[in-house]
């Protein structure tokens, strides 16, 4: 009897402490390291190395780094080996495992006969410019070594201008803190004495489908000489891995919760002071009567005022978003698709278009279905009193 009691409270004991280690992972910070490229994909090559090779040493270096100084941090790689992994697949790792954050490293290159030096990094959106694009189809073009790509990209041509006009209409729910990790990053780079390339946007398959703030971070250029060579010394994986995290601790000195910065393993620790985050201004709504951060006044123009009834102002206000841009856009511009009275607000320098707006959520929720032909992707946002602010605050509200 003694035994049979011995061994009921041992295995009581070993499944609590099963629920209770599951929950306290389930509560960890989460990072994804994304190391571009692998195994039959050899990305970039230079005169004497290959891109996957480079992304998979600083990925691990980084890894490393989070792992050791970071101990409530969890990190998840989507490889940790030379082997090939679809991009459709590196997101659903993300997803899976519910990440707070994911970071996909890559190299640069430019075409024969061309040199060019520096970091850049890129979040999800439009490549406006064409040198964004082109590294954009460079990247997206990993997926035409998977079988029946076009059916599960849903038709979309790495090699083709228009199939990346969808990146526009993308969600913005992470925009913000995707950008803030990628100036960090850059600032990083800058301060380990890399050329800063700048922050850019441009449409990455493998940033499409993932559902937390996620960056594309470009190391350098394998098809300059120098720049291989750098690329390709424990130095310079070092350096690289180094601004990374120290670009992800300054992230989460911001939105998560505080760490140290490291010294460059090159020279003696240095005292480094911890990220001050600015003061971010309450975001605004734009309206005849009030007006958000001087966003665009060109939008509607007195032939196109609303016939609709005009919502209380001092009831919640709900409105389909459409999509974001970092311009600003004429009244009856293409991407409206047709749509009149088209309005928008400034939130975090960042252009935000929206259709409708009602105090009641279900007049909103059959606008937004009526126009979904058109804007697939959009979602509906909530105001109170001019302000920004939780969709299922203003709902409880509203009721």
């Known amino acids: 009897m003694k035994n049979y009691l011995l061994k009921s409270l041992l295995v009581f004991l070993t499944a609590l402490l099963c629920v209770d280690t599951s929950a306290a992972d389930e509560r960890r910070f989460k990072l994804v390291i994304d190391a571009g490229h692998g195994g039959k ?23 490393r780094l989070v792992e050791t100084r970071c101990p409530d941090v969890k990190v998840i790689y989507t490889r940790k080996t030379d082997v090939f992994i ?10 899976k495992n519910k990440a707070n954050l994911f970071i996909s490293i890559h190299t640069n290159a430019v075409p024969k006969g061309r040199l060019a030096y520096g970091t850049e990094t890129y979040t999800l959106g439009m490549a406006r410019a064409a040198a964004n694009l082109e590294v954009a189809k460079r990247e997206n073009a990993v997926i ?18 228009e199939s990346y006009i969808i990146f526009e209409f993308m969600q913005d729910r992470y925009m913000k803190q995707s950008v803030d ?9 800058k301060q380990q004495g890399r050329r800063d390339k700048g ?36 130095k310079g994986i070092s350096e690289l891995a180094l601004s990374l995290f120290n670009g992800f601790v300054t992230y989460r000195q911001k939105h998560d919760t505080p760490a140290a910065l490291l010294s460059p393993p090159t020279t003696p620790p240095a005292e480094v002071k911890p990220v001050t985050p600015a003061p971010q201004a309450t975001p ?26 005009q919502p209380d102002p001092k009831k919640p206000i ?10 600003e856009l004429k009244a009856g511009d293409s991407r409206f698709k047709g749509l009149k009275n088209v309005d928008c607000y400034k939130e975090d320098n960042i252009i935000k278009y929206t259709y409708g707006a009602s105090n009641n959520y279900q007049e909103i929720r059959e606008l937004q279905r009526s126009i ?25 509200l509203a009721k």
Do not use: W
């Open 41 to 63: 994909d050899a990305g970039a090559v230079g005169a004497f190395s290959k891109e996957k090779d480079i992304n998979l040493k600083v990925a691990l270096a980084l890894g």
């Open 181 to 189: 990790l990628a100036r960090y990053i850059q600032k990083q780079y």
């Open 372 to 396: 979904a032909d058109k804007f697939p992707q959009t979602f509906i946002v909530a105001f109170i009193d001019g302000r920004r602010t939780d969709l299922n605050k203003a709902r409880q």
């Open 199 to 234: 922050v850019h946007q441009a449409g990455f398959l493998v940033l499409r489908q993932t559902t937390m703030p996620a960056v594309l971070t470009e190391l350098g250029f394998i098809s300059t000489p120098e720049e291989e060579q750098y690329l390709n010394t424990d």
């Open 318 to 327: 709900f409105k389909v978003q459409l999509f974001v841009c970092n311009s």
């Open 86 to 95: 679809p991009l459709q697949q590196r997101a659903a790792i993300a997803n």
């Open 144 to 161: 035409t070594y998977e079988d029946n790509y076009k059916l599960t990209y849903e038709g979309f041509d790495p090699n083709k201008a």
């Open 284 to 309: 605004a709504p734009t309206s005849s009567s009030q007006t958000a951060s001087a966003p665009p006044t060109n939008l509607r123009p007195s032939s196109e005022v609303a016939s609709t009834p």
